[in-house]
């Protein structure tokens, strides 16, 4: 039977959108909340890879009935492939699992197993934005290398179980291309283990490992349904056909429609089905609820979705068996609802300042490059990255606030993910210091002429680089009292005047630098005096 009867599993649409949304987090800079969000995908992963390889237990115990059903000889060559295909799956994932421990082992310095026998989580990670020592393992030590080969190796495992001529399209379904064109964020081209794990945080490579597991397994059920749907059903005598639903995606947005395909296998495509279903849990057992009809063995399901939360459906197929008799395969399955959300955090600090570019990182739950965002009272963005802007705001809105909000591209329909309000404030005036680091006070010739220029830096709570140059400064001569006519210095340098009359100048001379002028990016300001007494 062709690959078009082995279409693309729920989970493997799940993984694909925990993927794209990781890939968006991980070009953000590491914050508390970026660790926590790595927690979530990982235990969400975790969550998702047992029910796949719940599945794909269900669909080994399906062709052992078929077996029972119609013969050892029908299905010989169709249950020696599963059981090749299992044991090769099991050694891909003990492998994984086990650069999993290690890995955790080499960061952590500490087991990766907990006392109950368990692996240890992300959350339970002690040096979750570990850099160094996550890309000396994975990368330096060669281990994404020898994971990217063995991927590769097992992938084309898995395509010697397919028809040559459905390879192509279930080269496409299973995934695991680790060969394909990677680029980085500047657009250059990259290797697979270096785009995934160079440079990445331990909490990130950690998770992407059981990303990769859940793919093998999503990859080993395309397959072994590949396997299962080649058998000849022909007689159409055995009482073990079930429904199968196939979502869009488990997971949608409150206001989103959550939609599915519902098939039978191995069905005769020229017999029209009825497919009765509703809300809730437990097997339906004869027609009632809500009816669709279909025809070529699919009928297509379209629920509304008006609240947040998990919601389970259930129902069966009918149709016409070969003796002329109706005869019906239950169904069951579920979806997540989520509402539209999103962070927006600026980089540096909690606020905007007026003048200069804000760094601002956006993380929503699609992926990074279909989100955007928009300012609302005023001010300009420019992307810089995926998930990534610098946001600049006049003097005028100093005081004032800005809401930036974020939206996603949803199959060409603009979705509002959320916003965040920030203040604008007028960038903080720099302090005037003597020959780098002296503001005042007495101090001798010689260390005054040590370094003779003024400049002006930014405090140490300002965490932004600003520079600010120095344009012009007065320099007054106070002796016994009597103030002489000020010098004047058109760049940070001490004039040769102001020098000659520092040598010149007796102990107990007071200097006084004034009106010193400094220009930046964020505009002009005239900064406070220094005062220094000769000693």
């Not at 090769?88 to 907990?114: C, H, K, Q, T, W």
């Not at 069966?316 to 068996?321: D, Y």
């Not at 109706?326 to 539209?340: C, I, K």
Request: hydrophobic share 40%; proline share 5%; net charge neutral.
């Amino acid at each position: 039977m062709g690959a078009t009867n082995c279409p693309e599993t729920p989970r493997q649409r799940m993984i694909g959108m925990m993927y794209l949304v990781l890939t968006a987090m991980l070009a953000l800079n590491v914050s508390k909340d970026i660790l926590n969000a790595f927690t979530i995908v990982d235990e969400t992963l975790g969550r998702s890879n047992q029910i796949t390889m719940s599945k794909n237990a269900q669909d080994y115990a399906e062709l052992l009935r078929q077996k029972a059903i119609l013969g050892e000889e029908k299905v010989a060559r169709e249950f020696e492939k599963a059981m090749q295909l299992k044991e090769l799956s099991n050694e891909m994932i003990d492998f994984i699992e086990n650069l999993r421990i290690r890995y955790i082992e080499f960061v952590e310095g500490a087991p990766a197993i907990n006392p109950d026998g368990t692996p240890k989580s992300v959350a339970q990670l002690r040096f979750k934005d570990n850099k160094s020592k996550s890309t000396l393992f994975m990368i330096n030590d060669g281990n994404a290398i020898e994971l990217r080969n063995r991927l590769e190796a097992y992938r084309e495992q898995l395509l010697l179980f397919v028809d040559e001529k459905d390879r192509e399209i279930m080269s496409q379904t299973i995934g695991l291309n680790v060969n394909e064109t990677f680029r980085n964020a500047s657009g250059a081209p990259e290797s697979w283990e270096v785009h995934y794990f160079e440079n990445v945080i331990f909490a990130a490579g950690v998770t992407l490992l059981n990303k990769t597991i859940g793919e093998v397994r999503n990859a080993e059920s395309s397959i072994l349904k590949y396997i299962i749907s080649s058998i000849s059903r022909d007689d159409f005598k055995f009482s073990n056909v079930t429904g199968k639903v196939i979502p869009k995606s488990q997971l949608v947005f409150q206001g989103e429609p959550f939609e599915a395909e519902i098939i039978v296998a191995a069905y005769d495509d020229q017999q029209p089905i009825e497919v009765w279903w509703r809300m809730g849990t437990g097997e339906m057992t004869s027609p009632q609820g809500n009816l669709l009809t279909g025809d070529a063995g699919v009928a297509r399901l379209k629920i509304p979705t008006n609240q947040v939360g998990d919601f389970n459906f259930t129902g069966l197929i009918k149709m016409t068996g070969p003796d002329g008799l109706p005869q019906t395969f239950p169904f069951s399955n579920g979806f997540t609802v989520m509402a539209p959300s999103a962070t927006v955090a600026a980089d540096k600090m909690n606020v905007l300042y007026a003048g200069i570019d804000n760094p601002v990182s956006v993380s929503a739950s699609v992926p990074a490059e279909r989100v955007s965002i928009s300012l609302a009272g005023g001010g300009n963005s420019t992307k810089t990255g995926p998930g990534r802007y610098n946001i600049s705001v006049p003097e005028s809105l100093v005081g004032k606030t800005v809401t930036v909000n974020i939206a996603a591209d949803m199959s060409g329909r603009q979705q509002t993910m959320g916003s965040k309000e920030f203040r604008v404030r007028r960038v903080p005036d720099p302090v005037a210091v003597l020959g780098g680091n002296f503001r005042g006070g007495k101090i001798s010739k010689a260390e005054l002429l040590a370094n003779p220029f003024v400049t002006a830096t930014m405090g140490t709570d300002f965490v932004y680089d600003l520079t600010w140059t120095v344009n012009s400064f007065h320099v007054t001569f106070i002796i016994r009292g009597i103030e002489e006519a000020p010098i004047t210095s058109n760049s940070r340098q001490f004039s040769d005047a102001v020098r000659n009359k520092i040598n010149s100048s007796a102990p107990g001379t007071t200097i006084l630098f004034s009106d010193i002028r400094v220009s930046s990016v964020a505009g002009s300001r005239t900064l406070n005096p220094i005062t220094v007494i000769l000693r």
